[in-house]
């Protein structure tokens, strides 16, 4: 068996410093502490801080006054904060730069009169807190069947989830000038998500069998996961090691690796050893 | 032969508004009154123009001062104009107001630092105005190759010719997306020119023969004859009758004309006329 390793892998920059930023407070922190929501899409991430003593919650009401919050990587709602510093919690906020950027925009169209349309998953954290900032006055799409509904418009503002695939967004914004006199498109798409994307399809050009690594709940591990199905490889997105069945495989397959940006080194360094240990 | 016209002839807006503007200077000026450059690209409008009493020059050194003097419908540069307001003449402005509008837009990129980029034909009047008005600050293209030598751009405003086709814009700002953070795209094509370019498609599907009626330095007309031949019509694109040639018609034929926003009503009856006389 021949194991190939996607040229990005491991945690981005935004879940890295996301992740560091808790680990140190739930570290320090002498009383409890609190995660409002899994800060990042990994379960086994979520599980390691639980040991060490955070509690994940998925309500403020949850959090005794004067305790500390952490919040998501995705993203945190300006009520939630509100309501936050209302009960005197001390806050980490580990919003990733670039979410908090895409956040930024929205609150700019919104404030110069643009219709606002978004390309993101309707139930994505990213995208209910980016709700939250612009009070809801945005659409949320993901097919171009969606954007043939919208009526014509003077002026559209057009953003993207940070981990959507940037070919589709660029086929969503040729379908929106039919819709107005003025498109103005922010491309919103996190450089590690469209480099980790282009790297995977390379790969699964190359291989067998594609693993993908990652939470089940993690967008950006899904969508990976469907690029390789796309190209036309035989894929399994897994979370863990356990997940990987024997028969999948063959001695003289070519087997890609590739993961999420939430998936921690460990977790794939883990598959890697099963896989050898199948097939040394 | 069945002759069928396409659903939009005759002058669009801007070219009637121009047309009427300075056929009324003309028609009450007493001493000579000038025009600098054809006011628009139909040589047999012009052409009425000079027998009325105009006379057509290229450059301002060439009217005397203190004259009238009528700028075209394609637009005009400010230097031009602040050379003909030191010459203390009288200017009849016939410039479009969607040209005009571009103009604003272009005007408003600019001051606020995009780097614009025109679809539009190099050496257009329409374009050669539009960049006077920017000083020069923009690039304009026709290709898509064109776009790919561009540099990545933290804000590009993309704007069009007014006369040009809406569905390349729109493969062009697709292509453009791969070139910058923020894409601004301004729909400057004028519904006129959409709604004449739909309409001969249509026509074009269901002729034999298409005669497209228009000056040859006519973007607008060419773009029309353009469509048609990609469409498979076996097409002509004539300035009058007299280009047309009986022996390509056959009695039997479906006929289809259709006419560029700046030619007359006269000319295309005249077209009509001949072929009705010929296989009446």
């Known amino acids: 068996m021949k194991i190939i390793l996607s040229k990005k892998m491991g945690f981005c ?7 560091d930023l808790a680990k140190k407070n739930i570290e320090t922190s002498e009383g409890k502490i609190y995660m409002l929501g899994p800060i990042i899409n990994n379960p086994q991430v979520i599980e390691y801080f639980k040991k060490e003593g955070a509690k994940v919650v998925n309500d403020l009401d949850e959090i005794p006054e004067k ?5 998501r990587a995705h993203g945190v709602s300006p009520l939630v904060l509100h309501q936050a510093l209302k009960k005197k919690l001390s806050i980490i906020n580990t919003t990733c730069p670039y979410v908090k950027k895409v956040q930024e925009i929205a609150a700019y169209l919104n404030k110069n009169g643009y219709y606002i349309v978004i390309f993101g998953d309707k139930i994505h954290p990213e995208i209910l807190s980016l709700l939250d900032v612009i009070h809801n006055n945005a659409i949320v799409v993901s097919t171009i069947s969606e954007i043939r509904e919208i009526s014509y418009q003077k002026k559209i503002g057009f953003i993207s989830q940070t981990t959507k695939n940037i070919y589709d967004f660029k086929k969503l914004s040729f379908a929106l000038l039919d819709k107005t006199e003025e498109l103005r498109v922010f491309n919103t798409i996190c450089k590690a998500t469209t480099e980790r994307q282009r790297s995977v399809l390379e790969l699964a050009k190359q291989v067998d ?17 469907e690029i390789c199905q796309n190209q036309g490889a035989k894929t399994y997105h897994i979370e863990t090691k356990n997940q990987m069945k024997y028969e999948w495989f063959h001695p003289e397959d070519k087997v890609g690796i590739a993961s999420g940006a939430s998936t921690p080194d460990w977790v794939i360094n883990e598959v890697i050893m099963k896989l050898r240990d199948w097939y040394a």
Chains 1, 2 share one sequence.
Not at 13 to 19: D, H, I, M, N, Y
Not at 67 to 71: M, R, Y
Not at 209 to 225: E, Q, Y
């Open 13 to 19: 920059f935004g879940v890295k410093k996301s992740v």
């Open 67 to 71: 305790s500390t919050v952490i919040t």
């Open 209 to 225: 069998i594609m693993i993908v690594i990652g939470g089940n709940k993690s967008a950006n591990t899904s969508r990976l996961a």
